[in-house]
């Protein structure tokens, strides 16, 4: 399981001293460009091919608190790949040094071509690298259709 180490800062708590739901996305985000960095896909090869990732959604479940102070832990893996891997779904999970689950997350995005500012699919050496990282023991195969699931869609106002 790929995991990175946050202590908590003074930045990082809330009105209530425990850590702010933005902290949990900032975690989860330096803790995914570093999985892709490690495992063949840094920020920089990626936009080098002109592309990018996007974020459509992230649910957070939140278990325990954890405050100003504590070091955790936030794990990756992938838990589902589109067939040519233009669509992941990523969880995220966060653990006190005693190895209590305070929360996890589940994120679904894809990638985008930054100069038509559509969504792609990796170029093949890229979606190799991107079918072999550390997947969970639920790992399944997405579809297009899945990535609208919720039910959301914008609705532009007139």
């Not at 592309?51 to 459509?56: H, Q």
């Not at 070091?71 to 790949?81: E, K, N, P, Q, R």
């Not at 040519?84 to 969880?91: R, V």
């Amino acid at each position: 399981m790929y995991k990175k180490e946050f202590e908590i800062r003074w930045s990082d708590v809330d009105a209530n001293g425990h850590l702010a739901n933005s902290a949990y996305v900032n975690f989860m985000s330096h803790t995914r460009v570093e999985f892709l960095k490690e495992n063949g896909l840094p920020i920089k090869k990626l936009l080098d091919n002109g592309i990018g990732p996007v974020v459509f959604s992230e649910q957070v479940y939140y278990f325990k608190e954890s405050f100003l102070g504590d070091t955790i832990d936030v794990s990756l893996a992938v838990s589902g790949l589109s067939e040519n891997g233009k669509f992941f779904k990523f969880e995220h999970n966060f653990y006190n040094k005693q190895g209590k689950h305070l929360a996890t997350c589940d994120i679904t995005g894809s990638w985008i071509d930054l100069k038509q500012r559509k969504l792609t699919a990796l170029p093949t050496e890229l979606q190799h690298k991107l079918m072999d990282l550390p997947k969970t023991d639920d790992f399944r195969q997405l579809t297009k259709d899945e990535m609208r699931s919720a039910g959301k869609a914008p609705k532009d106002l007139s």
